[in-house]
Nanobody
Framework: QVQFVELGGGLVQPGGSLRLSCAAS????????MGWYRQLPGKQREWVAT???????DYVDSVKGRFSISRDNAKNTMYLQMINLKPEDTAIYYC????????WGQGTQVAVSS
């Protein structure tokens, strides 16, 4: 069983930046497509970004040009760099494989508000 720990969330003003990290208990980043997901208040969890095993990335349209996903296989850690944050990015952010097959972690709360 793989477990995830997401860190790095917080309260920022619109236009601000955050860098989220995702640590996994197993060496899965090099053998799995990995992704970030988020759950907006009152909404279902949604996919945000994928980093494929070969390194290619995909993003939901609403974050393209603002979010950047990366990973460090040696550290079993994945990152989500977020810039120019908007209030509509307010959510709990999670990491998992793509598709998601492992249990969800606690997530990290991102709040964008003035």
């Amino acid at each position: 069983q793989v477990q995830f720990v997401e860190l790095g969330g917080g309260l920022v003003q619109p236009g601000g930046s955050l860098r989220l990290s995702c640590a996994a208990s197993g060496s899965i980043f090099s053998i799995s497509d990995m992704g970030w997901y988020r759950q907006l208040p009152g909404k279902q969890r949604e996919w945000v970004a994928t980093i494929h095993r070969g390194g290619m990335t995909d993003y939901v349209d609403s974050v393209k040009g603002r979010f950047s996903i990366s990973r460090d296989n040696a550290k079993n850690t994945m990152y989500l760099q977020m810039i120019n944050l908007k209030p509509e990015d307010t959510a709990i952010y999670y990491c998992n494989s793509v598709p998601s097959v492992w249990a969800w972690g606690q997530g990290t709360q991102v709040a964008v508000s003035s």
